[in-house]
């Protein structure tokens, strides 16, 4: 139908142009713009184009897709709504926990019974003597000096050593050790000369 409105219109055309101007190539022209006026005013609007056949097993397998996203969907917002009433909950005790605790007041110290000051001990102006039988550091320094020169190994003269200086700390203000060291002197140290006394 258009073809046909083109092409008298055309014709209609080449045939007033040819008569006014007395050029055909022009009234050809004309006569076609004329004509595509012609099919537009009164041009029928084309037919859709054809929709591709539709593969019945694709199309089942994207509902089920789509069936599956939406259960999906449909959970996770369920799970939405569990997790903000927990929140919520949660936000409840919180605050209840916190109003009982500004209602609970502070217990007032305990006041002790004053009592009587402990009389302070007299302090001792001389110090206790230390127990009999400990040996002294000097004693001991003195001996390990004889063996090195008497040709103890520098790696036993190193272990004396490394036992005085930490023995110096156990040690009372004179120099002589507790009792209670006399087993690791001897064993360190050992053997060790008679002491008189």
């Not at 694709?58 to 369920?78: D, G, N, T």
């Not at 605790?101 to 001389?126: M, Q």
């Amino acid at each position: 139908m258009r073809r046909a409105a083109v092409a008298v219109g055309c014709v209609l055309a080449g045939l007033a142009a040819g008569g006014i101007w007395g050029n055909p190539l022009i009234g050809g022209v004309g006569g076609l713009v004329v004509g595509l006026m012609l099919a537009a005013v009164s041009g029928r609007r084309a037919a859709p184009a054809p929709t591709p056949p539709v593969d019945p097993e694709v199309e089942s397998r994207l509902e089920a897709r789509i069936e599956r996203v939406a259960q999906r969907e449909r959970a996770l917002e369920q799970h939405a709504g569990r997790l903000a009433a927990r929140e919520q909950d949660l936000d409840r005790r919180a605050t209840e926990l916190e109003e009982a605790a500004a209602a609970v007041p502070e217990p007032e110290p305990e006041l002790e019974p004053e009592s009587e000051p402990k009389p302070e001990p007299e302090p001792d102006l001389e110090p206790s003597p230390p127990p009999v039988g400990g040996w002294r550091l000097d004693e001991l320094e003195a001996l390990t000096h004889e063996r090195a020169e008497a040709g103890a190994s520098p790696a036993q003269q190193r272990e004396w050593s490394t036992y005085l200086f930490l023995l110096r700390e156990h040690a009372h203000a004179d120099g002589t050790l507790p009792t209670s060291f006399d087993q690791l002197v001897g064993d360190v140290f050992g053997p060790l000369p008679q002491r008189g006394g």
